[in-house]
């Protein structure tokens, strides 16, 4: 047994590309660096990779050589990912051979396609860290608990949450999005939320999930990176993506794809605490226009923070800041507002990220004193909630 | 007089991106890192910008006032470039009105576009320093010798040598490109040449001069800086570009549009001395085939030099590379040879330089022994020469 196949380039690279951004290759173990190829008597071969704390399995049917497919022999292969993608991916014509030469499991890759011949250089196989493997079987002696949700809800709720997760590891419990079932909606369909915080700023995003949700009130934290790399992978709004979420792992998988995390330790806020009661103004403004007046403004601001400031009054919205040394700006523009004028600090990029996830045509601003939380919500959808923490400015 | 106009931004934003990518914030004298806009009696904006060693001058007709154009008052303003260039950039809507208020030459620029008002420090346009003036004028103290070549040429032969310039800034006479008139074509044409050289490769491009050519035996070295920037200018393949070159300045001119450079010092090697003599093979290869095995064998090259080896047989090319701890690869590709079989090393960036540079269909490659320079010629062109030196593979 040692591998021998041959494959579709298209079919090939993109897998693993996708391979190589899960492989860790400045990790410890030199093995987490690779990309881990097996051929099966079925004449499937799976890629896989991981890079400790994500792990990635997908599957390509390619056949038996005896029914006229690309697997002639069957075995496995440890090869540096980011090389092999690399070279796959630059090969000319429609077809490669990979076949491992020397011993099972290590010695030489030999990639062929055209008038190109590589050696390269396999670990051993063996070693090879198990993918899903180890985690997930601690994690299954609990009842694994999962739910099926379309691929453009999730991507949305990923999109609406990933940018305000805290980026500080030292930050127990607010460094992962929290995963859990709400309530079912009107038309009586369970429904998935996804939650992120940083502490400055909260974001909360749902969708219908298409099946059954048998989360049974778990709340689960996911990573920035598995997040991240789930949002990459999904490739169409109709995909049906099943998540399964154990103790201490989830994975989510969508036909022959499949992507595993370990999941965050630690104790997300009771976000509801933060929530603000009923809101003392409303401010309505166009998403595209806030969106442009903040940019414009940010230009000026002298901090890091792109620290503006957002002047609320019956006729419209003023949005100014200033440096001490280049200048100032001022940014008029319409907006509705119910309520006595205030004006506040802002990060504007604070604001710009919900603009940018939501692609809000209109958003309306929920107001109370100056210093107090802001609720953010996108005009005519209440699945989805942003709140932001105004800034001080002296 | 206080400078007061108003020009469409599409008009004006791109003349304050160039401007900005020849300011230099980081110049000791802050004034380098502004923008110069002036407006005169005429009705003409001029926007100007000087990193030093070169200077750009932009024209644009806006019109007077009193005839229903964008200039209401003359005057200068000198504001940061890259602030200028972003705020302008970023306006919304057709107009952009700017006003300079405070003492002539200093003070605030205003700038109101939409709801949008800026009010950005501008600094003493009194004290901006000459644009094209002081170093012309000592030029100019000597006869301007002066020619006109198409824009589709002159960027083609900018093209084809900027990549082998020297980027030593030690390295005296090597770290500009030589510029000076090639003998006339047989079509009795003035032509002109760029050559550039680092020492281990050198490139030669000629193209026709649509007028007659003073350069008068003239040998012009132009600095990489002005070299880059002049291609990045060239909008057009029919433009008409007028090149003046005094003794210590060149200006390249279109229409509107001039920039101005100091002229680089020292002596170019006399390059005719490297030109090998009669070649002893010559192989002809498909361009983009070779520049494919190149690239895919580089992935498997040790050093940062892409350091490959190119055995030319009577059969075809193998091009191949090894790394001790990744593996080898090896390229088999079509090609013709006159002359005995050669083996000898190269550095694959090299030959990809004047494959990309060229865009060459076809590419003859003149080879005297083992580790003497190597001629690259494209098929059916006697415009361009290219010469690279062999590596010595251990």
Redesign the interface.
Known sequence: MSLNISAPIGVLAPLLVRAKGIADPRAANPLLGCVLLNADHDGVLTVSATGGSLALTQRVALGTAGNGGGVSDTGSAAV?AA?LA??VG???GDTVALRLTGKTGKG?VEVKAG???????AAEADDYPPIGGEIPAVARAVADVSTTIRGGDLARMLRETLFSVCTDENRYGLNGLLIEAAPAGDDGMPRLRIVSTDGSRLSWSEGPASEAVTLDGRKSLISRAFAAKLESLISGPDQEWTLTIGQRWISARCGDVELGGVLVEGEFPDYRMIMPAAPKRIATVNGPVLA??L??AS??ASDRNSSVRIAFAEGGLTVSAQDV?????????AGELQGSPLSTGFNASYLLNVLSSTRAESVRLELGEPLEPVIVRVDGRTDAVFVVMPMRLD
């Open positions: 540096d090389r690399l070279v630059g090969l000319s030489i008038g190109s011949r590589y050696s390269l250089s442009g007046a940019k414009r230009l000026m040394k280049a200048g100032s700006v001022v940014e008029e523009l």
